[in-house]
């Protein structure tokens, strides 16, 4: 690959390591999520990427937002406050979804004034609710099937579909109420029976709580959705066909659909360039030194189990290389195993796409290296 001239442009002007956010693709991924899944709500996860600049380009074009924490709920309550609609009770619920199920008792005093949404999933977590944020709408989250997810979130989060029910009336015996329910079927789902699951799981659920009289109204399908990592992935629009026809099949009109997209907005609209500041052969494999890792920008490698891609501007016959970090952890390996040059050198860069979820947001500053530099293009506002 030949370097573009508008990369080395950016890379003459910013240094590397560069985290390059292309908000033109972000709007793209958000207008293709809602263009298939017109019935959905979407509420970005803020978690998979948190910068300021990703919450506005798409709270303009129409988002609204998943929160895990309270520092995530003030980012983006102070973006959007300016937005908000005088007397409309149900501006924080169109806009915030506070999606951690577990919140410790000072988070829900600080955000009890905002009569926020929030999701639990066993009874300590009501108790707590009842004492310090009773305002609170509820959704309840479930456990669903995971299998096969990149990242897997049942055997930590969920009540067991058997104690739905339990749950609801204990709410609703403490005052409180449960407004709808809430799946997640792991992060990177390319395993579509898993929504066909939690479809079932869920319209059981809903269907017997409003039998019984309860006003479950919202149903939360998660994130998950999957990003074209490679050419293996299935189609989002093949999975947007079956929650299209999924809803219409369980939910009656009323009930309002809600989804938590991350990765699927994020993901593909950074592109990582590297610089290679180190080389060295050990067993007979190439080791290159890049001036990143998993500390900093891909932090993914290690917390979001997800396999990086690496493309050199420079053409040469192609061996087994491993790409490793800045510091001098060895744990600080990024791949043991791909394909690249073997005449590359120092000041040689790499290109890394799809670097947009789950990386920037979990790095640290280990050993003291800065992060990327983060610049944005096509901001167009
Ligand atoms: C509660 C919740 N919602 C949404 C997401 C976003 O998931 P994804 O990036 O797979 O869309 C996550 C990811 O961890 C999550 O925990």
Redesign the pocket.
């Known amino acids: 690959m030949r370097m573009k001239k508008q990369v080395a442009e950016l890379i003459q002007q910013h240094g590397t390591p560069l985290f390059i956010l292309d908000h033109k693709k972000l709007r793209r991924n958000y207008r293709t999520f809602k263009k298939n899944l017109s019935r959905v709500q979407c509420y970005y ?1 803020v ?2 990427n948190t910068h300021p600049e990703i919450i506005k380009t798409l709270f303009l074009e129409g988002s609204s937002f ?1 929160v ?1 924490s309270y520092n995530e709920f003030m980012q983006v309550y102070e973006y959007i406050k300016h937005f908000e609609e005088k007397d409309q009770e149900s501006f924080i619920w169109d806009k915030i979804i506070f ?3 577990i919140k410790d008792r000072e988070t829900l005093s600080k955000i009890k004034k905002y009569r926020p949404l929030v ?1 639990f999933d066993n009874s300590d977590e009501l108790k707590k609710i009842k004492a310090c944020c009773n305002t609170a709408g509820l959704i309840l ?1 479930l456990k669903v099937p995971d299998t096969g ?1 990149q ?1 897997e ?1 049942s055997s930590k ?1 969920g009540a067991e579909p058997g104690d739905a029910d339990y749950l609801i009336r204990l709410a609703h015996d403490a005052g409180l109420v449960v407004e709808g329910l ?1 799946f ?1 079927v ?4 390319t395993n579509f029976d898993n929504y066909t699951a939690a479809f079932a799981i869920t319209s059981e659920i809903l269907n017997d709580a409003r039998a019984k009289g309860y006003g479950l109204n919202i149903v939360d399908i ?4 999957p990003v074209p990592y490679d050419a293996q992935v299935p189609e989002f629009e093949e999975l947007a066909g079956l929650i299209n026809s999924e809803c219409k099949r369980l939910f009656p009109a009323d009930v309002e659909i809600i989804a ?8 593909t609209a950074a592109t990582l360039i590297t610089e290679i500041i180190g080389k060295s052969r050990r067993d007979g494999k190439i080791f290159y030194y890049i001036n990143d890792g998993v500390y900093h920008t891909f932090s993914g490698v290690i917390f979001d189990h997800w396999i990086p891609n690496f493309t050199a501007f420079k053409n040469g016959e192609k061996e087994v290389c491993a790409v490793v970090g800045q510091t001098c952890d060895s744990f600080d390996k990024i791949s043991q195993s791909v394909q690249l040059p073997g005449n590359l050198g120092i000041g040689d860069y790499l290109l890394t796409e799809n670097i947009g ?2 990386s920037i947001a979990s790095s640290t500053n280990f050993n003291g290296f800065d992060g990327a530099k983060i610049i944005h293009t096509n901001l167009n506002r």
């Open positions: 996860a978690k998979a998943d895990a999606s951690n199920t999701t989250r997810s990242v979130m989060f809430s997640h792991g992060s990177q789902c998660g994130g998950g959705f938590e997209p991350g990765r699927f907005l994020a993901a979820a789950y």
